[in-house]
T-cell receptor
C-alpha cells in the first residue's frame, strides 16, 4: 500500500540554523500539506501546496518558512533560522482525487 | 469548516465495540465527516469518512444521523492497539484539516 514517507525521523539543530525537512508524498497525489504538533498540543496546519504554489498558509507559516517541490517526488519544508519554539513534530500529508489526506510518520525537530 | 464536539475521553473493554460520538450541528451540505486517529506522536491515521450514508471499511463503521448533525465511529472489536486519540473533522474538498482535542480512547484489558 502506498504511503507518505518523511526524512529524517529526528533532526537536532542549533538555534539559528537552517533545516530542511523532506517528504515523499504518495505517487500521483496532487495536494501536499505540512502540519506540526508541539509536544502535548494539537496538530496545527502550516501550509498547503498545489500546482507548484502555496494554496493556503497559516499565520504560523511566516517568512522563516518555505516549501518547495524540487522534483516530481519530493516535497520539502525549510526553516531558515530555527527558534526554540520551532521544536515540534512535523507531519507531511498528501491527497489525490479522493480528497483524503494521508499522513507521513513525522519528523521530530529539536532546536537547542 | 464546521466545528465538531467530542467527549475528551472514553474507556472501552478489549473485545467490545467502541462507539465514539461526534457532534457537528453546523455542518454544511457539502462537508464530509472524516475520522482520524493518532497513536502517541505518530502521524494521524485516516480511518473512514462519509457524507450522508453510513460507511464501513476494514477498520470501522461510521453512522451519520439523517440530519447530519452528529455521527458515531464504531470500532467493532476493540483491541489494545486501538488506544489512541480519535479526531472527528468536518471538511470540504482538499481543504486543510483542523484538529480539535479529539477523544482519548483507552482500551482496557
Amino acid at each position: 500500500e502506498p504511503e507518505v514517507t518523511q526524512t529524517p525521523s529526528h533532526q537536532v539543530t542549533q538555534m539559528g540554523q537552517e533545516v530542511i525537512l523532506r517528504c515523499v508524498p504518495i505517487s500521483n497525489h496532487l495536494y501536499f500539506y505540512w502540519y506540526r504538533q508541539i509536544l502535548g498540543q494539537k496538530v496545527e496546519f502550516l501550509v498547503s501546496f498545489y500546482n507548484n504554489e502555496i494554496s493556503e498558509k497559516s499565520e504560523i507559516f511566516d517568512d522563516q518558512f518555505s516549501v518547495e517541490r524540487p522534483d516530481g517526488s519530493n516535497f520539502t519544508l525549510k526553516i531558515r533560522s530555527t527558534k526554540l519554539e520551532d521544536s515540534a513534530m512535523y507531519f507531511c500529508a498528501s491527497t489525490g482525487f479522493t480528497d483524503t489526506q494521508y499522513f507521513g510518520p513525522g519528523t521530530r525537530l529539536t532546536v537547542l | 469548516d464546521a466545528k465538531t464536539t467530542q467527549p475528551p475521553s472514553m474507556d472501552c473493554a478489549e473485545g467490545r465495540a467502541a462507539n465514539l460520538p461526534c457532534n457537528h450541528s453546523t455542518i454544511s451540505g457539502n462537508e464530509y465527516v472524516y475520522w482520524y486517529r493518532q497513536i502517541h506522536s505518530q502521524g494521524p491515521q485516516y480511518i473512514i469518512h462519509g457524507l450522508k450514508n453510513n460507511e464501513t471499511n476494514e477498520m470501522a463503521s461510521l453512522i451519520i444521523t439523517e440530519d447530519r448533525k452528529s455521527s458515531t465511529l464504531i470500532l467493532p472489536h476493540a483491541t489494545l492497539r486501538d488506544t489512541a486519540v480519535y479526531y472527528c473533522i468536518a471538511i470540504q474538498g482538499a481543504q486543510k484539516l483542523v484538529f480539535g482535542q479529539g477523544t482519548r480512547l483507552t482500551i482496557n484489558p
